[in-house]
């Protein structure tokens, strides 16, 4: 398979490159994302794209919205992708791996929610007792199962730079209560009905990144991609035990990589080894190939 580290699309106009996604216009309502192979780790882009990471996403992304539909509305606007461009060049540079959707006012917030204690929020607890600023019980081990899921925005950084957790309080002054509220209650719920789902499947799901945006009317929708192992840390279940970190279906194995390479996680990142590459391909096809079983 051959990785599309950027599209290249003249029929529809350029918008954006973000992290993963190319986003480009289709008309007043609706943009094309197109979910590249490109791998962003510690909010840096990696010069070498996964095969068929896009596809995986895209294919992912687009179970769970019909999933969880019923929590909230998402920005899906029916509209076949391969629609809105002219040649069959393009249709085939975005096969598998674009949505159309409709053109909505991003949430400036990332809804992160963790259920289980690691990474970042491990770090914390073992110097302060606490998971960006809140407070848990003593004694927890290195990923454990938190009390109950807890919800840890943090800002939108731009490309090259690092999202910062902000608190609650701040997130309702740049949302205001009602949508703070609405926000953090619909992450929450995505979350829970999630992993209960991905359980079935022999897959915990230990913490997640939701993104939000909103219509001319105020109507509140859940965007951007959902629940794949770019957003989100998959363990098999079968290999969990508390007090230790379990391998993960998700791009933990290329981040605990650059970890033990002594990257100081400034750009520009390492060259990645294609065969750290390709095993980070085998652990997003099996997460897939588990979750839609």
Not at 55 to 64: A, E, K, M, V
Not at 204 to 209: E, S
């Given at each position: 398979?051959?990785?599309?580290?950027?599209?290249?699309?003249?029929?529809?106009?350029?918008?954006?490159?973000?992290?993963?996604?190319?986003?480009?216009?289709?008309?007043?309502?609706?943009?094309?994302?197109?979910?590249?192979?490109?791998?962003?780790?510690?909010?840096?882009?990696?010069?070498?794209?996964?095969?068929?990471?896009?596809?995986?996403?895209?294919?992912?992304?687009?179970?769970?919205?019909?999933?969880?539909?019923?929590?909230i509305p998402n920005h899906l606007s029916g509209i076949a992708p391969e629609e809105v461009v002219k040649t069959a060049?393009?249709?085939?540079?975005?096969k598998g791996r674009a949505f159309v959707v409709k053109r909505l006012k991003p949430l400036p917030v990332e809804a992160i929610v963790r259920g289980y204690l690691v990474g970042s929020g491990w770090k914390e607890y073992k110097k302060s007792g606490s998971v960006c600023g809140i407070k848990l019980p003593a004694g927890l081990?290195?990923?454990?199962?938190?009390?109950?899921?807890?919800?840890?925005?943090?800002?939108?950084?731009?490309?090259?730079e690092?999202?910062?957790?902000?608190?609650?309080?701040?997130?309702?002054?740049?949302?205001?209560?009602?949508?703070?509220?609405?926000?953090?209650a619909s992450s929450l719920a995505l979350y829970s009905q999630a992993a209960q789902f991905a359980a079935t499947k022999g897959i915990i799901i230990a913490d997640t990144k939701f993104e939000f945006g909103e219509d001319s009317t105020g109507k509140m929708y859940l965007i951007d991609e959902a629940l794949t192992p770019d957003s989100s840390?998959?363990?098999p279940a079968e290999n969990y035990k508390a007090g230790s970190n379990p391998p993960s279906f998700d791009k933990q194995f290329v981040r605990d990589w650059l970890e033990a390479?002594?990257?100081?996680?400034?750009?520009?990142?390492?060259?990645?080894?294609?065969?750290?590459?390709?095993?980070?391909?085998?652990?997003?096809?099996?997460?897939?190939?588990?979750?839609?079983?």
């Amino acid at each position: 398979m051959t990785a599309l580290h950027e599209s290249s699309l003249s029929s529809v106009a350029l918008l954006h490159r973000g992290k993963v996604r190319d986003i480009y216009a289709v008309d007043a309502q609706h943009l094309l994302i197109v979910q590249t192979d490109r791998l962003s780790a510690f909010d840096v882009i990696l010069p070498d794209p996964v095969p068929g990471k896009g596809q995986i996403l895209t294919t992912l992304s687009n179970f769970w919205f019909d999933k969880l539909a019923h929590v909230i509305p998402n920005h899906l606007s029916g509209i076949a992708p391969e629609e809105v461009v002219k040649t069959a060049a393009e249709r085939e540079q975005i096969k598998g791996r674009a949505f159309v959707v409709k053109r909505l006012k991003p949430l400036p917030v990332e809804a992160i929610v963790r259920g289980y204690l690691v990474g970042s929020g491990w770090k914390e607890y073992k110097k302060s007792g606490s998971v960006c600023g809140i407070k848990l019980p003593a004694g927890l081990q290195e990923a454990q199962q938190l009390p109950e899921p807890l919800f840890t925005p943090s800002t939108k950084a731009v490309a090259g730079e690092h999202d910062e957790n902000i608190s609650f309080d701040e997130v309702v002054k740049l949302l205001g209560e009602t949508r703070a509220n609405a926000v953090r209650a619909s992450s929450l719920a995505l979350y829970s009905q999630a992993a209960q789902f991905a359980a079935t499947k022999g897959i915990i799901i230990a913490d997640t990144k939701f993104e939000f945006g909103e219509d001319s009317t105020g109507k509140m929708y859940l965007i951007d991609e959902a629940l794949t192992p770019d957003s989100s840390r998959f363990w098999p279940a079968e290999n969990y035990k508390a007090g230790s970190n379990p391998p993960s279906f998700d791009k933990q194995f290329v981040r605990d990589w650059l970890e033990a390479s002594g990257w100081n996680k400034q750009p520009p990142a390492p060259q990645v080894p294609a065969d750290i590459l390709q095993k980070t391909a085998d652990k997003y096809q099996e997460a897939l190939r588990r979750l839609m079983n």
